[in-house]
């Protein structure tokens, strides 16, 4: 008799899987959400249709937490106050540029780039556009 149930067993049916549900959509982190509005910028207002991601991404690090905050996350053209912080803070101690005629070339060439007309820049879109007219996107990266 034991040999008659190891038969039924074997020849029972399998069941059929259940079919498998699609995942929902992944909500994009609010630094996607951010990436997304630089790369635009980029495209629309600097009219950079390929841009160097990874010098964005560095930009977007090296701006720090202040990209979540309203009153940080954008650099103010005209307040001259900002732009010495800027070139303080970013051109001398990140990028390692020293030469205050280099870095207030750099800085008007990113607003010009972006527009005067565009009241508040992103800082990481400000910060690439200095890096690249510096020509030191490398040491951004890197």
Known sequence: MAKATKAKKAAAPKKAAAPKLAKPAKTPSPKEVLMEKYIA?????????????????AAVKASGPTIYKSDTATIAASDKEELARVKKGFIAKKLGV?????????????????GKSVRAKHRPVMYYLIAKALKKGSVLKG
């Open 98 to 114: 020293t030469d205050e005629a280099k870095a207030d070339a750099a800085i008007a060439d990113a607003v010009a780039k972006y």
């Open 41 to 57: 910028d980029l495209k629309e207002k600097v009219g950079e249709t390929r841009s160097d991601m990874a010098l964005l991404e």
